[in-house]
Every structure is written in C-alpha cells, then in structure tokens.
C-alpha cells in the first residue's frame, strides 16, 4: 500500500469525486478538501492552506474560477514539500488566444509549468455529462435545448473517463512528468446530433435550436445566472464555433491502454437512468 498522501482538491465536484474514489480503490491514502469537507478548502481563504497541504506528495487540482490563486497555492503546497501534481484544464487551451473563455485554466496552466513540481496538465472537451446534469439536462427535459453552437462539432468526453485518466496518472509517478494529455471522445458531434441521438433513444421529443450568443446570453441572465458566469459560458460556443477544439485524440487510450467511451454508450445509460423523463 502507499503511504503517500493525495490531496485532491474539488472533491465533491464531477470530476474530484470521482478520481478520490478511484484513488481510495487503489488503496491510496487521499486527502478530499473543498469548502464543505471535513478537510476545509476555499481558493479565497489561503489561511487554511496549510493544514490542507499537510504531509501531502501529490495533488489533483480544479482551478478556481478566477485566474491568480493556482500561482499562490502552487508556491505553498512547494514550500509544504509537495512533490507532484495533476492540473484539470481545458481542451486545446493552446489555440484560445485572446478569447475572454477559460482565463484562469489558463493562468493555474502557467502557475504549474513554472514550477518545481513534477506536472501533468489533463485538457478535457466538453463532458457527456453535462447533458445529464447541469446546465444541460433540464431544458433537454423540458423538450428543446437552445444553444449558440452550429455545425462546429465537438468530440465529447465521457467524465468516467477523466476520471479514469487521472487516477492513473496520480498513479504513476515519473511516468507522466512534463505531459499534457489532451482528453477526448473517440469522434465529434455538434450539439444538434448530440440532442438527436439523446431523442432517439430516449423516445423523447427533444429539439435543438441554434441562438446568438447574445440571446443566449440573456437566457441564462434570466434563469438565475450572474452576468459573469452567463458571459463565461458564451464565450465558450463563441470559441467553439471557431473550430479550435473540434479535433480528437488517442491520448485516452495513450494512458489507459484502450479506447474512451462513445457518446451513445453515455446516451443509452443515461437513458436508463431516466435522465431525461419529464
């Protein structure tokens, strides 16, 4: 068994939740923080750092939403004797350009590449389930997703997925230094074939419509979101649309040794879930 500790940061969230149970089945000693854990995390509260950092080696780190605290945290956990550590990001990150989407992926990106650490910078697409889930699922539902996306697809990846790829590369010290994985489905979908074959198989009527970015924009204002967090998610189709992301990779099956999991099997278990019943 190893003794080593790995922190892993964001521990109830999609994708922090998952890699701390797998870690806990490869019998790693793991230390879940985020601000409702037992183990208290807020990116905005550096006091409580340390405590976190405690005889930690590893970490998997979500960055915050705001660009600048990954700089701090990354000088900490060095001072704390931490030795590794595996950053979520986004896909093609390095095709962004002055696109006002993903600014603090990009900063904590810079934060870990000019550190002492051993480093691993995982760059997912677009989650399958955030069509199951939030913000996805409860228009899907409702019989219509409207979204500022065209024929631009996306290569989809599957969470259990990144999941998977990041509770081996937490695995694997030395194996995975200096590498940036590029996670993806096995092919692109627009957004409209993604509803499509959600119907399909759901039996459900669900339709896609393409808005502006403006109209949608003012939608999600509407339903509750902040104007910065509307703003941010905009900004991600207008991105989109130019393509820069559309691309897939092997880098699923680089690290794990077989292929990533295809949208439709995600459609067909989430069907059986009942994701989408009114």
Same mark, same amino acid.
């Given at each position: 068994?190893?003794?080593?500790?790995?922190?892993?940061?964001?521990?109830?969230?999609?994708?922090?939740?998952?890699? *701390?149970?797998?870690?806990?089945?490869?019998?790693?000693? !793991?230390?879940?923080?985020?601000?409702?854990?037992?183990?208290?995390?807020?990116?905005?509260?550096? *006091?409580?750092?340390?405590?976190?950092?405690? $005889?930690? /080696?590893?970490?998997?780190?979500?960055?915050?939403?705001?660009?600048?605290?990954?700089? +701090?945290? !990354?000088?900490?956990?060095?001072?704390?004797?931490?030795?590794?550590?595996? #950053? #979520?990001?986004?896909?093609?990150?390095?095709?962004?350009?002055?696109?006002?989407?993903?600014?603090?992926?990009?900063?904590?990106? +810079?934060?870990?590449?000019?550190?002492?650490? $051993?480093?691993?910078?995982?760059?997912?697409?677009? @989650? +399958?389930?955030?069509?199951?889930?939030?913000?996805?699922?409860?228009?899907?539902?409702?019989?219509?997703?409207?979204?500022?996306?065209?024929?631009?697809?996306?290569? @989809?990846?599957?969470?259990?997925?990144?999941?998977?790829?990041?509770?081996?590369?937490?695995?694997?010290?030395?194996?995975?230094?200096?590498?940036?994985? $590029?996670?993806?489905?096995?092919?692109?979908?627009?957004?409209?074939?993604?509803?499509?074959?959600?119907?399909?198989?759901?039996?459900?009527?669900?339709?896609?419509?393409?808005?502006?970015?403006?109209?949608?924009?003012?939608?999600?204002?509407?339903?509750?979101?902040?104007?910065?967090?509307?703003?941010?998610?905009?900004?991600?189709?207008?991105?989109? $649309?130019?393509?820069?992301?559309?691309?897939? /990779?092997? +880098? !699923?099956?680089? !690290?794990?040794?077989?292929?990533?999991?295809?949208?439709?099997?995600?459609?067909?278990?989430?069907?059986?879930?009942?994701?989408?019943?009114?």
């Amino acid at each position: 068994m190893n003794d080593d500790i790995t922190l892993v940061l964001g521990a109830t969230g999609n994708t922090g939740r998952r890699v *701390a149970a797998r870690l806990r089945l490869r019998e790693t000693p !793991v230390r879940t923080a985020s601000r409702s854990s037992p183990t208290p995390f807020d990116w905005f509260h550096p *006091a409580g750092w340390d405590r976190v950092l405690r $005889e930690v /080696t590893t970490a998997y780190v979500v960055p915050p939403s705001v660009p600048g605290p990954v700089h +701090d945290f !990354v000088m900490r956990a060095e001072a704390a004797g931490m030795r590794r550590l595996v #950053l #979520l990001s986004g896909h093609g990150a390095d095709d962004w350009g002055d696109s006002a989407f993903g600014r603090h992926m990009r900063s904590a990106e +810079d934060a870990v590449r000019g550190s002492t650490l $051993e480093w691993t910078i995982l760059r997912p697409s677009n @989650f +399958d389930q955030n069509f199951d889930g939030p913000p996805f699922r409860v228009p899907l539902a409702a019989g219509e997703l409207a979204l500022p996306a065209g024929a631009v697809p996306e290569p @989809f990846i599957d969470l259990e997925d990144v999941a998977d790829v990041a509770a081996t590369v937490l695995s694997e010290p030395g194996r995975h230094a200096g590498r940036v994985y $590029e996670l993806t489905g096995p092919h692109a979908l627009t957004w409209a074939e993604a509803v499509e074959l959600i119907s399909r198989a759901s039996g459900l009527p669900i339709a896609y419509r393409r808005v502006s970015p403006a109209e949608y924009t003012a939608t999600l204002v509407q339903e509750g979101w902040s104007e910065g967090e509307a703003q941010e998610l905009t900004e991600m189709f207008v991105l989109l $649309e130019r393509g820069v992301t559309a691309w897939t /990779t092997n +880098d !699923v099956a680089t !690290v794990l040794g077989r292929a990533p999991r295809t949208f439709e099997d995600f459609v067909l278990r989430a069907t059986a879930a009942k994701a989408w019943q009114r």
